[in-house]
């Protein structure tokens, strides 16, 4: 028996790899909360986006009807009563007689996420008006814009920048399950920032109430972490300037405020921070800033998680929108829709079933004409097998990475089988010719799949910017399938052709 050679277990290796990375080695039961509602009770008690409900008051939960069978025995009623949730790590209670201001939905059984255009929602490309923006002034805005869209509440949302070839830089904001209309509305308006104590204003939003907000240097950053019951506490703070007149409305208010009985180290009320009238966060007021018109005040805050690394990012992560709500709470700039689009989720369904059914319909046919060009009916199974293991490559790769596979990177997927199964032709032909050895046309072969590949990748180049970036997800998924057959697939398959043909 012939020894296998190291590139066929290169490619072993790298299809396993991408099943691992495709399919989670889970086996959760249960439901995965999608949104929690802030200011309601659930979000209070603990309740999170990414927590896995397991049980309800002791009923096991493994469906969506389990789950509308457990809450319509409970709610609506008429007086508060006690709800037990229990998730994969923790357990929480809640006394309430309002139906749960979450939803869920089933744990997916892979970790292929698809994009707007499958899942369905709504996609603005914006651009500000009157106004080039630079990569910082475009990560503020997309900082603000997203803390803005989490307060409404909307779920699934991405906002990243895209620049086109001419230099212009937009923002693309996607919202599944949101109309187009809704998605319009929030991005006309620009919102407003309050910091109040009680009912009274002490500062807004912007310049003209903050001159300077520390974001680097010993000013700002994370200062402690500590191990408690439930997991870490990271605590951050950073320092902010207040203009003349907002220091001396904070002196005003807070000279009527007590030192709170329950924290001797605070005044009894709280600094809370609003953004389009919905509160964002609660900060303590030091009792040593009682009454006092100071221009520098120290913000401070914490993050949790189970563990002290996530902690850290949590505390890292609000401190750094603090700081961007606290520079601006209103959209820095005013906004222009260029493009919006409505995508059905329907829609996106009956594609993928198509795509799936035209797919695997045309490496069928691309392996009945390897048939009868060759008449060998190994190296049809050669070529659609390496076919198949591209694309399980692909979708690996793209699962490990978190890349959302969109109208764009399913095309890149069938360009890259394309390109794929010419390269496979190449081999199949040169090894035809007969006044070479075998392994010299193999050689001879790949050498031309290499100049093609590197020809095709440098094409491939400027449509990760063209069309303000709509264009990525094909030029980048067609990169990852070429990639992964010169360097991948293509090696393997030639060894295998070898073996073929001296049988």
């Known amino acids: 028996m012939a020894k296998i050679s190291w590139k066929i277990w290169v490619l072993i290796f790298a299809v396993m790899a991408s099943l691992l990375a495709i399919v989670p080695l889970d086996f959760s039961k249960g439901l995965e909360i999608s949104l929690v509602e802030q200011n309601s009770t659930s979000f209070e008690q603990g309740l999170r986006a990414g927590q896995i409900i397991t049980h309800i008051d002791g009923q096991q939960i493994t469906s969506l009807e389990d789950y509308q069978n457990a809450i319509n025995e409970k709610f609506p009623a008429q007086e508060n009563i006690k709800l037990t949730i229990t998730t994969k790590d923790n357990e929480f209670i809640l006394f309430t007689n309002e139906t749960l201001k979450i939803d869920v939905r089933e744990i997916d059984k892979t970790r292929i996420k698809t994009g707007l255009d499958l899942s369905g929602g709504a996609r603005a490309l914006v651009i500000a008006e009157d106004k080039k923006l630079n990569s910082q002034e475009l990560a503020d805005l997309i900082a603000v814009t997203s803390q803005r869209l989490n307060v409404y509440g909307l779920k699934d949302i991405q906002i990243r920048p895209v620049t086109d070839l001419s230099g212009k830089n937009y923002m693309l904001i996607e919202i599944a399950g949101s109309t187009s209309k809704e998605l319009e509305n929030l991005i006309a308006k620009q919102g407003k920032f309050e910091a109040k104590i009680g009912n009274e204003t002490v500062f807004i939003g912007g310049e003209k109430d903050i001159t300077y907000v520390a974001r680097t240097g010993e000013q700002s950053g994370i200062y402690s972490c500590n191990d408690v019951q439930d997991g870490s506490i990271c605590s951050f703070r950073f320092t902010i300037s207040l203009s003349e ?106 594609f993928i079933n198509s795509i799936l059914i035209a797919g695997l319909a045309a490496i069928f046919a691309v392996g009945l004409m390897i048939f009868f060009r060759y008449r060998k009916i190994k190296l049809s199974l050669a070529v659609l097998l390496t076919s198949l293991c591209e694309v399980l490559i692909i979708l690996g790769i793209s699962s490990l990475f978190r890349r959302n596979l969109d109208l764009p990177a399913i095309a890149g997927i069938i360009a890259a089988i394309g390109t794929g199964v010419d390269s496979q032709i190449i081999i199949l032909d040169e090894a035809q010719i007969t006044f070479l050895s075998l392994k010299e046309r193999i050689k001879r072969a790949l050498f031309i799949i290499l100049g093609t590949y590197v020809t095709t990748l440098f094409a491939l180049m400027p449509l990760l910017w063209a069309g303000a970036g709509l264009l990525k997800g094909f030029a980048i998924t067609t990169i990852i399938g070429i990639s992964a057959g010169v360097f991948i697939t293509r090696p393997a398959f030639a060894e295998i052709v070898k073996r073929i043909l001296k049988e």
Do not use: C, W
């Open 245 to 350: 007149q907002a220091a001396k409305r904070h002196a005003e208010i807070t000279n009527k405020l007590d030192i709170s009985a329950e924290n001797p180290e605070y005044l009894s009320e709280k600094l809370d921070l609003y953004l389009d009238d919905s509160l964002v966060d609660s900060l303590f007021i030091s009792k040593d800033l009682k009454g006092r018109e100071t221009t520098q005040i120290s913000i401070q805050g914490s993050g949790t998680g189970q563990i002290r690394n996530q902690a850290y990012d949590s505390a890292v992560e609000d401190m750094k929108q603090l700081q961007t709500v606290l520079i601006t709470g209103s959209l820095p700039f005013k906004l222009k829709i260029e493009k919006l689009d409505m995508i059905s989720p329907l829609l996106g369904e009956k």
